[in-house]
C-alpha cells in the first residue's frame, strides 16, 4: 500500500512538473530561449486566480483567469521584450546570452511588482476539493480527492495539447516554425506570430501548473515561495530529461523526475527534498546526455 | 514577361553578393542560373523569394512591384522557394511536410487535390507518405522538397541546387521532372546548379553569374555552345 501511495503521489508531483517542463520546451521551440522567468510568470498567474478567488469566491474561475491572465502576460514578454533581443541574438557572444539574461531580470521585475501590488505577506487560495487522503481498506492514504483532480484535469489538458499539436494546421504551423522556421517561412506561415502563440501556450501551461502546485501544497502564495523555486527547478529538470525539445519528453520527463523524488523521500531520506532533482538531473545526463526522447542534433545535416 | 529583375544589389554585411543584377524571364520559362561558388546565384534566389533584403533595385512579378516583401506574401503571390540542401522538416512526416506547402490556403479540398496530385508525379511519396522524412533517401527528399512547393499552387518555382549531393542517375531523374513539370504546369523556374552541363540541357534560358554579376545571358543551347562558357563552366 505504501507503494502504491508513494507511486500516486509521485505522479501528482510529476504531472505538475510535466506542464512547467512543457512551459519551459514551448519557449525553447518557439523563440530557442531557457526562460529563467517561468517560474514568475506562473507565480504572476497564480496571483491572478488568486485576485479572482477572493473577488468571485470560486476557485472554478480562477483557473481559466490564470490560464488565459498567463497566456496574455507571457505573449506580451515576447513581443515587447524577447522578439528584439531574440532578432540580434546572432550578432554576438553579449547579444547571444542577452535574451537568457533578460529572462533573470524579468524574474525579479514580475517578483517586484508581485510584492507592490499583493504585498509580502503569504496570501491564501483554498483548495475547492478535500486534499485529505482517500482511506481503503482502513488506512488512510495521502492520495487525496484533490489530488486525482490535479492528474485527472492534467491529463485533459495533455490530450487537448496533443491534438492541437498533431491534428491541426496550427500545430502543423507550430511543429514546422520550432524545427525549421526559414521552411515554415517559405510556406506562407507567419513565424513571429507563431513564437507569440508559442509563449502564449507556455504562459498558459506554466498558469495550470502555478495553481496546482500552490493548492498541492499548503495553499500558501507569497513572492519567495519556495514551492515555486521547485517548480522552477523540478520543470526546467524535468524539460533536460525530456531532450527539451519534445512535448512527449516534457511529460515523460516530469513523470518520471516526481515518481524519482517521491521514492527518494519515501525510502531514502525526506531531507534530500532540494538535493534530489539536481543528483536525478546529473545521473540522467551522464546516462542519456540528449535526454530520453531527445535527438542527436549531430544527425542533422 | 512575368519576371523582371532590374538593377538588384544584395549586401551580406559589407559583402556585395548581388551586384546590379537585371534579367527578365517570360512565363512557362525554364531559366538555368549557372556559376561558379560565390558568384551569388543562392543569394539572387533568396532576395526573390524574400529570405534576404536587397539592397537596391526592383523585382516586378506579373507587374506588381514586389521589391523586399515578405517570404510569407510572396507564396501566396505564386512564388515557391525550395531552399538549398533537401529543404525538408525532418521531424515531420512526408504527408506533413507536403501539406505545409499548402497550409496557407485553408482550403481543405484543394490541399486534396494537390496532394493526390503530388502523389501521382512522385509516386515514390506516396508509398512512403506516413514515414518520418528522415528515413527518405536524398533523391526522395529532394523529391518531397518540390512537391511542398508544388502544393503552394506556384507559377514561379525557385530551385536552389535540386542535383546537390545525389546520384548521376537519381540527378537525370529530377532534371526530368523539372523539365516536365515546367510544361505541363506552365511554371515558371528558376533553376540555380552546380552542375551547369546537366542545367542547361534541359533549360530554355541559360543566364551565367560570376562575382554578382550577370556575365552571360542566352538560349541554353547556345551557351553550351558557347566556347567561353564551355572552358569555364563546362570543363571541356
Request: glycine share 10%.
Amino acid at each position: 500500500m505504501q507503494l502504491l501511495n508513494t507511486l500516486l503521489i509521485g505522479i501528482t508531483a510529476g504531472s505538475i512538473y510535466s506542464l512547467m517542463a512543457i512551459a519551459f520546451v514551448l519557449v525553447w521551440r518557439s523563440t530557442r530561449v531557457v526562460n529563467f522567468a517561468q517560474a514568475g510568470m506562473a507565480l504572476l498567474s497564480t496571483y491572478f486566480g488568486y485576485e479572482a478567488v477572493s473577488r468571485f469566491g470560486s476557485f472554478w474561475i480562477a483557473l481559466p483567469v490564470a490560464m488565459i491572465g498567463g497566456a496574455l502576460f507571457a505573449a506580451l514578454v515576447e513581443l515587447v521584450l524577447m522578439r528584439l533581443l531574440v532578432k540580434h541574438a546572432s550578432s554576438g557572444p553579449i547579444a547571444g546570452v542577452a535574451p537568457i539574461i533578460a529572462t533573470l531580470g524579468l524574474l525579479g521585475v514580475i517578483k517586484s511588482a508581485i510584492t507592490i501590488i499583493w504585498g509580502g505577506q503569504d496570501q491564501r487560495i483554498v483548495a475547492p476539493i478535500s486534499n485529505n487522503g482517500f482511506t481503503v481498506n482502513g488506512s488512510t492514504l495521502v492520495f487525496s480527492p484533490l489530488k486525482l483532480f490535479i492528474l485527472v484535469v492534467v491529463v485533459i489538458l495533455l490530450i487537448i495539447l496533443s491534438i492541437l499539436f498533431q491534428k491541426t494546421n496550427l500545430g502543423l504551423a507550430l511543429r514546422a516554425s520550432a524545427h525549421a522556421p526559414e521552411i515554415a517561412r517559405l510556406s506562407g506561415i507567419k513565424v513571429d506570430a507563431v513564437r507569440t502563440l508559442g509563449w502564449a501556450l507556455a504562459g498558459a501551461a506554466g498558469a495550470v501548473a502555478g495553481l496546482f502546485q500552490t493548492v498541492n501544497g499548503n495553499g500558501n502564495l507569497s513572492p519567495d515561495s519556495s514551492e515555486f523555486s521547485l517548480l522552477l527547478v523540478s520543470g526546467f529538470i524535468a524539460a533536460v530529461i525530456g531532450g527539451l525539445d519534445s512535448l512527449l519528453g516534457a511529460v515523460l520527463g516530469g513523470l518520471f523526475l516526481g515518481i524519482a523524488i517521491s521514492f527518494v523521500l519515501m525510502y531514502v531520506s525526506s531531507g534530500l527534498f532540494f538535493i534530489a532533482p539536481f543528483v536525478i538531473l546529473l545521473l540522467v545526463l551522464f546516462i542519456r546526455p540528449q535526454g530520453i526522447i531527445g535527438v542527436k542534433v549531430g544527425r542533422r545535416a | 514577361m512575368s519576371l523582371n529583375v532590374s538593377n538588384l544589389t544584395v549586401h551580406h554585411g559589407a559583402i556585395c553578393a548581388v551586384n546590379q543584377v537585371s534579367i527578365a524571364v517570360p512565363t512557362g520559362t525554364l531559366a538555368a542560373i549557372i556559376g561558379s561558388n560565390g558568384a551569388g546565384k543562392t543569394t539572387l534566389l533568396r532576395a526573390l523569394s524574400g529570405l534576404n533584403k536587397p539592397t537596391s533595385g526592383v523585382v516586378n512579378w506579373m507587374g506588381e512591384r514586389i521589391t523586399g516583401e515578405k517570404p510569407e506574401k510572396l507564396v501566396r503571390m505564386g512564388i515557391s522557394h525550395v531552399s538549398e540542401g533537401k529543404s525538408v522538416i525532418p521531424e515531420l512526416t512526408v504527408k506533413e511536410n507536403l501539406e505545409l506547402g499548402a497550409i496557407w490556403r485553408k482550403d481543405g479540398k484543394e490541399m486534396k487535390e494537390s496532394l493526390e496530385q503530388v502523389v501521382s508525379i512522385f509516386p515514390r511519396l506516396g508509398e512512403r507518405i506516413s514515414q518520418r522524412s528522415d528515413t527518405l533517401s536524398g533523391g526522395e527528399r529532394q523529391m518531397l522538397a518540390i512537391g511542398r512547393a508544388i502544393m503552394s499552387k506556384p507559377k514561379l518555382l525557385l530551385l536552389d541546387e535540386p542535383s546537390l549531393g545525389l546520384a548521376p542517375l537519381v540527378v537525370e531523374q529530377i532534371f526530368q521532372t523539372i523539365r516536365d513539370l515546367t510544361t505541363q504546369m506552365r511554371l515558371t523556374v528558376l533553376l540555380v546548379e552546380q552542375n551547369a552541363m546537366g542545367a542547361l540541357k534541359i533549360a530554355d534560358l541559360g543566364i551565367v553569374l560570376n562575382l554578382g554579376k550577370v556575365v552571360a545571358v542566352n538560349h541554353a543551347q547556345a551557351l553550351i555552345e558557347d566556347p567561353a562558357v564551355r572552358a569555364a563552366y563546362l570543363g571541356y
